[in-house]
């Protein structure tokens, strides 16, 4: 990399600033990309990254500072004109039609075409020519990307972006939606685009990845960089982690508390069978238990705790809450019984957006707040309000939409819709999906804190780590079947990986 | 800072209530703050209209008479949208509504029904009328929640069918209504006001109240919301989905006998395209056709709007194509700026823009 630091960098930006209504999203970020690098941007949530790549895909237009491209100050007000110049953008959340096929998808917006009759043929022809440069020839340019799995749809808006004449794309948050063996694979394409000369901004939460990926880092804080063009091997971890923060770090999941040798089984799952998902599972989780699911993604571990929870009508056997056996496939009988989900997709399946953090909060409890069907709503906010302040969640305006909220205070929302509950036993499936370390942190306090208070708990999460950190007992998942059942402490993210490994292999 | 919340204290009780008087009263505040501020622009809308009936047709325009004229139209069609305007909250759709309504009137225009009611009281009438509104609508939310399809189909069928059973029923005759107690009553002014007129106040301060103020219109809002997230919180969405076609049903139901007193006939064709009408009050009112945020009051003054109108029009004996296109003219215009105040006031909820 050494030859690269002489080299101009094809994108500058100095002292960028923008601001909405009364918000100011940022304060001067300045950030510098060499062709042919990754160049890894890092905050935590609402520091400013989103905005920051908003504006340079040419969505905000910045009132202040510069944008230098190949040395020349340039101002593009569309993102149309980003790409004009050569900056393409992969958003988290993809962007493909699910309904065109791969090459309609990367043609989209520049169809081969001749006065509007499409050629098909020269498309597909382009499109394989493209998916063949990303290592990935045997994707069918006709097959309809609805059809896809993400990490592949995902493929399919990187040839898109390189359907252009591309010198820099911009990865939002790109492995949110894989598992580490397709992390891994995008990391080979994105090493095939920087050989070719591309630069690579890479957003991120997780450490670990950009130690693999990044030549080098920026961080910002509140707006404003506090870190610019850091060297990736040369940075330490702590280091990154104090420059987000602004605190150091040291252990981030907290102790364990000894389970009491008389806890009594709070959950019990006894051969519960969804055909075509999953064979026959049984455990048991005792109260102040936490049992982690640990599993690649579609290893069915959600399909399993969905199953739990009645949102999927099992085709055989049994649940039990403290002893009392659910309907299947009713959640609201689970719900009645003591059990609580939090669900991997925050936005679409535990959350109104539109709605007030409150109301929010008291969704599965508001019932309670009412006499023959009239609600009292300020015993339904008081109670809403003491989890937002236990919880510490910000803004603690109990009005605000949850819309408004960063990825960690919904979650917190979730965790304390089920605070006022008061449930025995909570499904958290993923519940740091998309969170920033600072508040992962607080959640996993949260969780612990509610294990030592008696509460069973299931833990789902991609990161093999967390569920190691976390739980008490872990159960390895692979292609709906339960591997092994291990104590968290007898295990670690190798032996978890080598079971998944040997699982499929057999 | 105090910028950014002031949309946000717009939409929802302001946060200063909840802290300063935690057992306090926020429901005055929410009033003026939430939905009122939401349907200023409907009440500007609406004077603007007055306006242009006082310019043009002078003292007559506002005379007592006509303004109980404009109540008496809004009546009918204004029952019918409030109990839309629950099954749009939730974000589904109501197309029989309108067929619904003329089934009945011919129901409970029948010369049996009729008979009953002269050998008991009136009140049969009124039940049979609200019996088959009911039935319709649980046929309606039975059909979507239990059996999955989709809304528009379902009661676009229930639309035909109700209409073809109306006229199977009377023969396509018009039914005439003499059962004088009923006539009576519907026919009655109280208070100087059309007793239609009071019914209509009625059913949408009853309405206003279970929207606003009760589990029931809490679930229903959620479910307009994300359906996925309340049925995941335990919220028992089918159920609710049958009481919310099962209510503008009943809804139908009232209107039918509201109709059959001002024609004092029963008739197949009774109703005809009230579902539009209703669709286009409901949405020009405020409330969000995807759902998640409904509007009692917007409905009220949304019916309101259009029943003036067409009084502007009548004054002035002009041409009722005329009235239409206008018609057509004020939804566009009405949901254009609901759409931009609704961007907007996310816009500044969050900070952050939306997707470009």
């Known amino acids: 990399m050494s030859e690269q630091d002489q080299a101009s960098p094809l994108l500058e930006v100095r002292g960028l600033s923008k601001r909405f209504a009364a918000v100011q999203a940022l304060k001067g970020v300045d950030l510098d990309v060499r062709a042919g690098e990754v160049h890894c941007v890092m905050g935590q949530n609402g520091a400013g990254k989103s905005t920051l790549i908003k504006t340079l895909s040419g969505a905000h237009r910045p009132e202040e500072g510069e944008i230098l491209w190949e040395g020349r100050a340039v101002e593009f007000d569309s993102p149309a004109a980003a790409l004009e110049l050569g900056i393409a953008t992969m958003y988290q959340e993809l962007d493909v039609v699910g309904g065109l096929t791969v090459a309609e998808n990367i043609f989209l917006g520049h169809e081969r075409a001749t006065g509007g009759v499409l050629h098909v043929k020269r498309a597909n022809a382009a499109a394989r020519s493209l998916l063949q440069r990303l290592g990935h020839g045997g994707l069918s340019p006709s097959r309809e990307v609805g059809s896809l799995s993400a990490a592949n749809q995902q493929i399919v808006s990187m040839a898109r972006a390189l359907s252009r004449d591309t010198k820099l794309i911009i990865m939002d948050e790109p492995s949110a939606i894989l598992d580490s063996g397709e992390v891994q694979n995008l990391f080979r394409v994105i090493r095939e685009l920087t050989a070719q000369g591309i630069a690579v901004v890479y957003i991120s939460h997780r450490l670990e990845e950009i130690r693999q990926i990044g030549d080098r880092i920026s961080v910002i804080k509140d707006g404003r960089s506090t870190a610019s063009g850091l060297h990736v091997t040369e940075t330490p971890k702590a280091e990154l982690i104090r420059l987000m923060t602004g605190r150091e770090v040291a252990n981030v999941f907290p102790p364990r508390a000894p389970l009491a040798a008389d806890a009594p089984v709070a959950l019990e799952v006894d051969g519960l069978e969804l055909k075509g998902h999953f064979e026959p599972v049984s455990f048991t989780v005792r109260a102040g238990e936490i049992l982690g699911l640990a599993g690649l993604v579609g290893s069915q571990r959600s399909e399993i705790i969905e199953t739990i929870y009645g949102a999927r009508k099992a085709t055989a056997g049994r649940v039990c809450v403290n002893g009392k056996r659910l309907t299947p496939g009713s959640v609201s009988a689970a719900v009645g019984a003591g059990l609580g989900l939090s669900p991997e997709e925050r936005k679409s399946q535990g959350l109104i957006l539109d709605e007030p953090l409150y109301r929010n909060v008291t969704l599965s409890t508001f019932g309670r707040f009412a006499r023959a069907g009239l609600l009292d709503e300020s015993a339904e906010r008081q109670a809403a309000r003491a989890q937002i302040d236990a919880l510490e969640l910000r803004p603690a305006d109990p009005n605000r939409p949850a819309r408004a909220l960063s990825g960690g205070n919904q979650q917190k929302i979730l965790l304390a819709r089920w605070l006022v509950h008061g449930t025995p036993v909570l499904l958290l499936d993923e519940p740091t999906r998309g969170v920033d370390v600072g508040a992962r942190a607080e959640i996993y306090t949260l969780i612990r804190r509610l294990a030592a208070g008696g509460t069973a708990i299931i833990v789902i999460s991609s990161e093999i780590e967390e569920v190691l950190g976390l739980a008490d007992r872990v159960l390895v998942i692979d292609d709906g079947r339960v591997l092994a059942e291990s104590d968290a402490n007898e295990i670690d993210e190798h032996g978890v990986l080598d079971l998944v490994m040997k699982g499929s292999a057999a | ?356």
Do not use: C
């Not at chain 2, 159920?239 to 509201?258: C, F, P, S, T």
């Open chain 2, 1 to 356: 800072m105090s910028e950014q919340k002031t949309p946000v204290a717009e939409r929802h009780p302001s946060p200063a209530s909840s802290h300063s008087a935690p057992g306090g009263r926020t429901s005055g505040r929410n009033l003026l703050h939430g939905s009122g501020a939401r349907s200023l622009g409907l009440v500007i809308a609406l004077a603007a209209l007055v306006a242009i009936g006082l310019i043009t047709s002078g003292e007559r325009f506002l005379a007592v008479e006509n303004i109980l004229t404009i109540l008496r139209h809004a009546s009918i069609i204004g029952v019918i949208s409030i109990g839309i305007t629950f099954v749009i909250t939730a974000g589904g759709i109501d197309l029989s509504v309108g067929s619904v309504m003329g089934l009945t009137t011919v129901v409970a225009s029948l010369a049996s029904v009729q008979l009953a009611a002269t050998q008991s009281t009136w009140l049969v009438m009124v039940l049979v009328a609200l019996l088959v509104g009911g039935i319709a609508g649980l046929v309606n939310g039975v059909i979507i929640a239990y059996g999955n399809v989709v809304a528009f189909i379902a009661t676009l069928a229930m639309l035909v069918a109700a209409r073809g059973l109306a006229e199977l029923i009377s023969g396509r005759r018009t039914l005439i209504v003499n059962n004088t107690d009923f006539l009576d009553f519907m026919r009655a002014d109280f208070l100087g006001v059309p007793v239609l007129v009071w019914i209509f106040a009625l059913v949408a301060a009853a309405g206003w109240f279970l929207l606003n103020r009760t589990t029931f219109g809490r679930r229903t809002v959620a479910i307009g919301g994300n359906i996925e997230a309340s049925r995941l919180a335990g919220v028992k969405v089918k159920r609710h989905l049958v009481y919310l076609y099962v209510l503008a049903g009943l809804a139908a139901g009232i209107a039918g006998l509201m109709m059959m007193g001002r024609t004092t006939a029963g008739t197949s064709t009774h109703g005809l395209l009230y579902e539009l009408d209703a669709i286009a009050a409901v949405v020009v009112g405020g409330t969000l056709l995807i759902g998640g945020r409904g509007t009692i009051m917007g409905t009220v003054l949304g019916v309101l709007i259009f029943s003036t109108l067409t009084n502007v029009f009548t004054q002035n004996n002009m041409d009722t194509s005329v009235q239409a296109l206008a018609k057509g003219l004020i939804i566009v215009v009405a949901v254009l700026l609901q759409q931009r105040f609704a961007a907007r006031n996310e816009r500044r909820a969050t900070a952050k823009p939306l997707k470009v």
